[in-house]
């Protein structure tokens, strides 16, 4: 298994679109739709998870989320593992490799917006915040310090 930070310019930006619009996870094809559209800072990234030249999953780490009007960032999003693949600490990884890639830029902490309870914790995030998302839904804020 090789997780890979990608942008634009890189050979499998297309393919990683093609999996994203057709992935079964609602927000996937959002993903695939801002990629395609190149929606992304030049320090923005998607990490990829391949096994065997495969896609499984995907993450973000980019500037803003969902949540308006914090002063939040940057934020790990569209975390997203194919489920045959779960369980075997897949998200973990990627989310080590984002917070690496965000030290690496020079933030102290990142942050992420989820509605799921006692989940990110495990991975050594912390609520610290709940906001509106843009569609009006309570969403938590977690933080982790890199």
């Not at 923005?44 to 939040?72: A, H, N, W």
Request: hydrophobic share 35%; net charge positive; aromatic share 14%.
């Amino acid at each position: 298994m090789e997780i890979r930070a990608i942008c634009q310019s890189d050979k499998l930006w297309e393919k990683t679109i093609e999996y994203a619009l057709k992935c079964p996870w609602k927000a996937g094809p959002f993903l695939g739709r801002a990629m395609k559209e190149n929606h992304f800072l030049d320090w923005e990234r998607v990490f990829i998870v391949l096994k065997q030249e495969t896609i499984i999953g995907f993450c973000t780490l980019t500037k803003t989320d969902c949540i308006p009007d914090v002063s939040y960032s940057p934020y790990i999003g569209f975390l997203f593992v194919e489920e045959k693949h779960r369980g075997n600490r897949v998200s973990e990884k990627m989310i080590r490799q984002a917070l690496s890639y965000a030290k690496n830029l020079g933030y102290e902490k990142v942050y992420l917006v989820s509605d799921h309870i006692n989940l990110y914790e495990k991975y050594g995030f912390v609520k610290i915040d709940e906001k509106k998302d843009l569609w009006g839904n309570n969403e938590k804020i977690y933080m982790h310090l890199t």
